[in-house]
């Protein structure tokens, strides 16, 4: 059994990847060359609104769907799973809200706040605050500790 957890940890792990390898090909995303220039001066792109929130959004299921995955199989937890789901979802409409502030005011807030809101609108950046929450948290559970 141990080893199908880590064959969909490394599947979803995969799936991250993939997502990340393609992202150039399989999402609209203007501002992916913008930011890979890093080069502050640099003309600000023009883009669609739906297609880029449309692609964003896309973006984040998938980033979702594989997080998912990996949290499932590491702890074999259906509710810690849905917590994992509404924390990431949480976090998601914070910064994907501010980032279209930013692309909205052409990132007048500032270029690397909006570099950073970004971020943690494309990349599943806060599983890697789950998994070891998780991971202590199971820990406390086990020396019959509840928090």
């Known amino acids: 059994?141990?080893?199908?957890?880590?064959?969909?940890?490394l599947l979803a792990l995969a799936g991250l990847i993939a997502v990340r390898t393609v992202e150039d090909r399989?999402?609209?995303?203007?501002?992916?060359?913008?930011?890979?220039s890093a080069d502050v001066n640099a003309k600000f792109p023009a883009f669609n609104w739906w297609p880029l929130v449309l692609n964003y959004?896309?973006?984040f299921g998938l980033n979702l769907v594989f997080s998912l995955v990996i949290i499932q199989a590491l702890f074999q937890n259906k509710k810690w799973t849905l917590q994992a789901l509404v924390l990431i979802s949480i976090v998601f409409s914070i910064t994907f809200s501010l980032y279209l502030i930013c692309i909205s005011t052409k990132f007048e807030i500032g270029y690397l706040f909006s570099f950073?809101?970004?971020r943690f609108v494309i990349q599943p950046l806060i599983l890697l605050l789950i998994v070891?929450?998780?991971y202590y948290r199971k820990a406390q559970l086990e020396?019959?500790?509840e928090i």
Do not use: A, E, N, Q
């Open 1 to 9: 059994m141990k080893s199908f957890k880590w064959i969909f940890v």
């Open 26 to 36: 399989l999402f609209y995303d203007p501002f992916l060359d913008f930011f890979k």
């Open 57 to 59: 959004l896309f973006r």
């Open 116 to 118: 950073y809101m970004r």
């Open 132 to 134: 070891p929450l998780f």
């Open 143 to 145: 020396k019959g500790l």
